[in-house]
């Protein structure tokens, strides 16, 4: 027997091990290439500098209405339970597309496009503002807490997504978003709005982290202006337990991509098959993800010159890790969203599945317009390989800035792990 | 418990068809074409579709969750 993930209908056909190597060959000369040619001196350390036109986009108040009518949506698949009403189960439902597509991957994926839009159209932000609730910020938790407490949460929500056998159903949905809404509205009233979202809402650091790629940033008075690609990532603050945080971003895509390949069903055997056997190999894949990740910054620390821990390398190159991070989410979900994300159309004139039709698009189904598996297989060796590449620019970048005349040397553990992490992504796509 | 092939792999443009015999009351859910078929204790059903889109396609019982089979369409 093998186990069904909760959402997705169609899983992408594995990539060829032939596309697997060249993808690989490329990354590792790219990174050498680069090791010779990349700038002598640091330049993207300085953070970003704005430029070009500003524009104001008067969409504030709109993205919040969108944002919390989409939470109620989700916590209201509870009504029809508490009122006791029969739903059709073969009807497309909408808590599953808004939570695992929108949230969770449309969301990030335009913020690196964007910017970070998430910051609007953020429910639990408009909640707060609508109730009044934490409006005296305690600012002192974020530098002594970090996003530790966000990376326990994210953990829990991929473990909802990839483990739990409901993470497809409605109701389990509805009393997750209700309890994430407690949760957060309890936080902000102790600690201040800005504070608790910062700590506890795992979605704010990560998509804060994925849009720091964005080239639009906004200055002060809100206005958005041109900043250029990857140019906010080298400042994003090193909060506690960042580097953690991004660590389980690239574990738990790891774990969803391995688990439903065949080599990693041989070499698990019955034991992935259980919900704790599945539990401890999601910890386990964030786990060797991690340790690799660390010796990488043992091996710089003890390189270098400097007097610095393995941990201080860890925190200072943990923004290096997030274009990576994007790749694999991006290369393994893409056709997801524009696949299952259809569903979102069908599920709007139904939204509780009751039969209704509002807007007489409920028998909609998925459009499979494109499946060849070919310009699917470029998609996704090609945004690895360019997650790659940015990693190593910026990690290039990095090492010059801390580590001045010793950088090339301390980058040859980094260089290997990203080497490593890329063929790793590529090896689990060719599942 | 399931028995029955875990895997079926076909050409896209052909014909999917296989029968099921279920103990109990339930719809079958071909993912992704998002097809159900009505289950009947001690009943066979057959499923049958025209399998249009490239993928891996999962066939479960809609209400357990239990997977059946994996479809696995190519060109």
Redesign the interface.
Known sequence: MILAHGIGGRLDLPVPVSYFVVGAAFVVVLSFVALAVLWPRPRLQSGPRLSGRAARIPLEGFLAVLGLMALLIVIGQLLPVVFGVNTDPTRPSIAPALVWIVMWLVVPFLAALIGDWYTFINPWRALARATGVGKTERPELLARAGVEPAVLLLIAFTWLELISPRSGDPVMLGVAALAYTVLLMVVMASFGRETGLAVFDFFTPYVRLISAISPLGRDRRGRVRWRGWLRSLPVIPEWPGLWIFVVVMIGTVSYDGASGAVWFRNLVGDFGEGLIGQTVLLFVSVAVIGSAYWLACLAAAMSSDANVSAGVVAQRFAHTLVPIALAYAFAHYFTLVIFEGQQLLAAISDPFALGWDLFGSASRRVDFFITAAEPIWYVQVGSIVVGHVLGVVLAHDRALFDFGGDAVRSQYAMLTLMVALTSLGLFILAG | ??SGP?RIQVT?GDVVTFTVLSDIAD?V?V????L?FELVPSQTVEVSFEA???????V?L??T???LL?I????
């Open positions: 418990m399931v875990d896209q719809h859910h993912h992704g074409y998002d159900f249009t889109a490239q993928g891996l396609f999962e479960e809609e209400s969750h239990l997977l994996v696995e369409v190519t060109s």
